[in-house]
């Protein structure tokens, strides 16, 4: 059964620092990952979507990585703001593309 | 821009009441998906539905649970007598094609007195 890990479950960083998330998942048997966004009371954004034959996905001040074959992915985020802050989770589709399957999360803070 | 929107936003119901949960997806998308997050822990797959079907659905979409596209534009969530375990967060999402992107409603609040 796929599990979907995220370290660390929580990150406070002030406003410009740049930072990393991590994801490491069980099986590399994926149709793709995304980066969602998570606000409170607020439904789910997805933020960068990778293929699984695709190494990396960039937008704006995003970057996400993905090595299947040792099951991680990576979130950078460059020159924080305040406005970063929001639970991050990575998510896979399942090889049929039929059902995602999430982590827990990172909930961010970045303070001004 | 399109957007997924559900009703009602919050619902309070009984313990072995029926609730129905409504969305309507995105016009042109074909997939239909339901997903629920209890407090605190992670967002669940519960079913997703194409061609009028359940194209798959996980262990936690048991016989209390069905779902239904009663017309054009709704996607419907019944649960047949809720459990107080069923007090969550319900999203529903669609997406165009398969494996495409899933857009997402802003959610259900479920709770089960």
């Known amino acids: 059964k796929q599990e979907v890990t995220q370290i660390p479950a929580a990150l406070s960083v002030p406003e410009g620092e740049n930072l990393v998330l991590n994801c490491s998942f069980t099986?590399?048997?994926?149709?793709?990952l995304q980066w969602f966004r998570q606000d409170p009371g607020k439904g789910l954004t997805s933020l960068l979507l990778i293929q699984s034959s695709q190494r990396e996905q960039t937008s704006g001040r995003l970057n996400a990585s993905l090595d299947k074959s040792s099951g991680r992915s990576t979130l950078y985020i460059a020159a924080s703001q305040p406005g970063d802050s929001a639970t991050y989770l990575c998510v896979l589709l399942n090889q049929a593309g039929t059902a995602l399957i999430f982590g827990k999360g990172t909930t961010l803070s970045v303070s001004s | 821009e399109p957007e997924v929107t559900q009703t009602p936003s919050h619902q309070v119901t009984q313990m072995g009441q029926e609730v129905i949960l409504r969305c309507v997806p995105i016009?042109?998308?074909?997939?239909f998906y339901w997903y629920r997050q209890i407090l605190g822990q992670k967002v669940e797959f519960l079913v997703s539905?194409?061609?009028?079907?359940?194209?798959?659905k996980s262990e936690i979409f048991d016989d209390q649970f069905s779902v239904e596209r009663p017309d054009g534009s709704n996607f419907t969530l019944k649960i047949r007598s809720t459990k107080l375990e069923d007090s969550a967060m319900y999203f529903c999402?669609?997406?165009?094609?398969?494996?495409?992107?899933?857009?997402f409603g802003p959610g259900t609040r479920l709770l089960v007195l």
């Open positions: 016009s042109n998308h074909l997939y």
């Open positions: 099986d590399s048997a994926i149709y793709n």
């Open positions: 999402a669609s997406s165009g094609q398969l494996g495409e992107t899933q857009y």
């Open positions: 539905f194409y061609n009028n079907e359940i194209s798959e």
